[in-house]
């Protein structure tokens, strides 16, 4: 399957803890999106990257916070000192030009205790 | 800043009720609009696109429309079945030179019932 993949499915962590999470997008696809959604909402957009750049920051990425993209294949989501109010569903999706359709992975559900 | 609504919050009707969601964007600057389909605690499956230029898009039972003057699209699904039961989630994208970032709304919450 050439779907985009995420890992971890669930990570629960204790506040405080550092945790990363991964995305493997669509093969050919080089923009790669990070959004986080929580319960009863639509997603919110956190970061985008075309290639191994990373082109766009969203205000809600504080500064613990940090993602990358080497190589411009997968990408990593790190999330330092996590707080309760990051818990949330984090995803992933990639689009290729010049049709960005953005194909979702499954996500990746953070519980912080 | 670009907002996003879709009207109902949810929605249930029987099977193979014919049935209309709603979704409207306050910008009306935009380069494509998505409709998703999510199942609970998974990830967002694309539906259907539809760009600025475009005024409808079908797939089977499903039938997106655009008016961008007018910062409204529909969802329009026919003979409704009770694998249709899922959040339908409209998200529009800036113009074209600016980042493919998706603005969501948040979502209709539909079931469909025997």
């Known amino acids: 399957d050439t779907g985009v993949s995420q890992n971890p499915r669930h990570k629960i962590t204790k506040r405080g803890q550092n945790v990363t999470f991964r995305c493997d997008p669509i093969?050919?696809?080089?923009?790669l999106y990070w959004y986080r959604q929580t319960l009863g909402q639509g997603p919110e957009f956190l970061t985008y990257?075309?290639?191994?750049?990373?082109?766009?920051k969203s205000r809600l990425l504080s500064d613990r916070f940090s993602a990358e993209r080497p190589k411009g294949s997968f990408s990593t989501l790190e999330i330092q000192r996590t707080e309760q109010g990051d818990s949330a569903m984090y995803l992933c999706?990639?689009?290729?030009?010049?049709?960005?359709?953005?194909?979702f992975g499954p996500g990746t559900r953070l519980t912080v205790l | 800043k670009q907002e996003v609504t879709q009207i109902p919050a949810a929605l249930s009707v029987p099977e193979g009720e014919n049935l209309v969601l709603n979704c409207s964007f306050t910008?009306?600057?935009?380069?494509?609009l998505q409709w998703f389909r999510q199942d609970p605690g998974k990830g967002l499956t694309s539906l259907l696109l539809i760009q600025s230029s475009q005024r409808e898009q079908t797939s089977g039972r499903l039938n997106a429309s655009l008016d961008k003057s007018s910062g409204r699209s529909t969802l329009y699904i026919a003979a409704s079945q009770p694998g249709d039961s899922a959040t339908y989630l409209c998200a529009v994208t800036p113009p074209a030179g600016t980042a493919s970032k998706l603005t969501f709304g948040t979502g209709t919450r539909l079931q469909v019932t025997l």
């Open positions: 910008d009306s600057a935009i380069y494509n």
């Open positions: 999706a990639s689009s290729s030009q010049p049709a960005d359709t953005q194909y």
């Open positions: 990257f075309q290639n191994e750049a990373q082109l766009e």
């Open positions: 093969s050919e696809h080089n923009r």
